[in-house]
């Protein structure tokens, strides 16, 4: 890989976008090595994902406008649907998938974080969907993302208007969960990324399937989404250990506690 770079912390993957001469931005070359990495985690022995971009200046600039700047229009839809089924594929991939966002997230930068379960960022992260100024439309989700993540009418100001956002306001509109100081963003992120890899494997992949699912349906529909992945958990080792440890950490509370006696 020239421009993708992997490495395993236990259960923690870390995934980092390494082009930080170019701020990261996202190129031909780019999508195809992290579709390519995305099939070779190994999922038996990974939990949760972080995806971050190399240096302290960029996660991800946007998409590269010199590869984009000659593309005819068949062109551009087929690059345009060369980011979407790789954004796609991560934002349905089986286990969670956290972005700690160090810096520029713009255009295709903001909708890659977008594709991702929980969005962190760094103090001196900006975001923004600035097409519009370039001639062109969102073409990596961010016109269906954004809507979804912070509202109709706070995406529709961001898109037509080009304007960039800063973190605090990024986390004031619920576009990231977090803001902390850049020296800390990836300490936090793999905190985050071992809370989460603690907890039985199987039973958070079924969340995040009945909560991605469910979302594209109506309720009656989305509540039998739920229901069979509930049930899916049933009869795993996770389940048997996970209540079994309760139930035997119940009894012996039970066992400590002193009976109440009248003077």
């Known amino acids: 890989m020239e421009f993708i770079t992997f490495e395993q912390q236990d259960f923690v993957g870390i995934?980092?976008?390494?082009?930080?001469?170019?701020?990261?931005?996202?190129?031909?070359?780019?999508?195809?090595?992290l579709d390519k990495t995305l099939d070779q985690v190994d999922l038996s022995n990974t939990r949760c994902l972080i995806l971050t971009g190399a240096g302290d200046k960029s996660f991800v600039a946007g998409a590269d406008i010199g590869e984009m700047s000659t593309l005819t229009k068949a062109e551009g839809e087929a690059f345009g649907k060369k980011?979407?089924?790789?954004?796609?594929?991560?934002?349905?991939f089986p286990i969670p998938v956290i972005a700690a966002i160090n810096g520029f997230a713009l255009g295709g930068g903001c909708e890659i974080a977008m594709s991702c379960d929980i969005r962190i960022c760094s103090d001196n992260a900006i975001f923004g969907q600035p097409e519009v100024g370039l001639?062109?439309?969102p073409g990596f989700g961010g016109t269906q993302r954004l809507a979804r993540t912070v509202g109709v009418g706070m995406a529709k100001q961001m898109i037509?208007?080009?304007r960039n956002i800063k973190s605090d306001e990024a986390f004031r509109i619920g576009l990231v969960?977090?803001?902390?100081?850049?020296?800390?963003?990836?300490?936090?992120?793999?905190?985050?990324?071992?809370?989460?890899?603690?907890?039985?494997?199987?039973?958070?992949r079924n969340c995040k399937k009945a909560i991605n699912d469910g979302l594209q349906v109506?309720?009656?529909?989305a509540i039998v989404i739920e229901e069979k992945l509930f049930g899916d958990c049933f009869e795993t080792e996770d389940q048997k250990a996970g209540m079994g440890n309760f139930l035997e950490k119940d009894k012996e509370k039970k066992l400590k506690v002193v009976p109440f006696q009248n003077k």
Do not use: C, W
Not at 83 to 92: C, I, Q
């Open 135 to 137: 001639g062109i439309t």
């Open 160 to 162: 037509y208007t080009g």
């Open 83 to 92: 980011g979407n089924d790789v954004f796609r594929k991560l934002e349905t």
């Open 15 to 33: 995934i980092t976008i390494n082009r930080p001469k170019a701020l990261n931005a996202l190129n031909s070359s780019v999508l195809e090595e």
């Open 218 to 221: 109506d309720m009656d529909a």
């Open 177 to 204: 969960n977090a803001v902390y100081p850049q020296e800390e963003l990836m300490d936090a992120a793999k905190k985050l990324a071992s809370t989460i890899s603690m907890n039985a494997p199987i039973a958070v």
